[in-house]
């Protein structure tokens, strides 16, 4: 079976060691720092001080991530796949992309509402075909696109098991991910997995559980650590990342370590 120029090109830059620049070398590569974008919705996103204790799991992950690659968090609250392109926001992520950059995609929760037209998108056909703006945009640039799934909710039924609230988006992103060999990772089954290990009652210490508010999708800094965790040691996984862009990945993280500036 013959390959499409997609496939081609796909495979071809996916051959290419991070350290080296498409259509550049290895030493022009050196004398900047890569920088690993992300976009998303309020799950990773810089949250402030007027939304603390609430964190991001965007917020967490420069810790866990060598120096020479540097985190810029376009994840904003309330967006989905589809509004996040429409507001403009996806051509000032891919304006900025470089050769050897990488852009982390996580969209999904917001696709999800169907009753608001402005965000939703049908898991097999919109929200695949808005999917593969962020991943082409990203290849014509010569930087790596990067899938991840929606992180969970916390949900438990009533003999405690962990439910998964994403339907079909999961699904889809993996499909797409196969489709044009794309990294993907699968932080929905890992985060449904580590919810289930840590109980219902555990687990509100991981989301923004506070004296006024139940939430249930957002995260609290150990929540936001944990989760960044996941998503450092998927990128190491899939080989995105070697071993020397990382670092403390099984070290604690202090919590003081979180900061929430002003808007």
Known sequence: MSLSRRQVAAAAFAAVPLGVAVGGTAQASSRRTRTLYLAGDSTAAQKYADAAPETGWGMALPFLLHKGLRVSNHAVNGRSSKSFVDEGRLDVVLGALRPGDLLLIQFGHNDE???????YTEPWTTYQDHLRLYVDGARSRGARPVLATSVERRKFDAGGTAQPTHGDYPAAMRALAEEEGVALLDIQALS???????????TKKYFNWTATEQDNTHFNPPGAIAVARLVARELLRTRVLRPQDVRRIDEEIPESWITWPEA
Do not use: F, I, N
Request: net charge negative; proline share 6%; glycine share 6%.
């Open 113 to 119: 509402k169907t009753a608001d037209p402005t965000r």
């Open 192 to 202: 449904l997995a580590l919810w289930q290990e840590l109980g219902a009652e555990e």
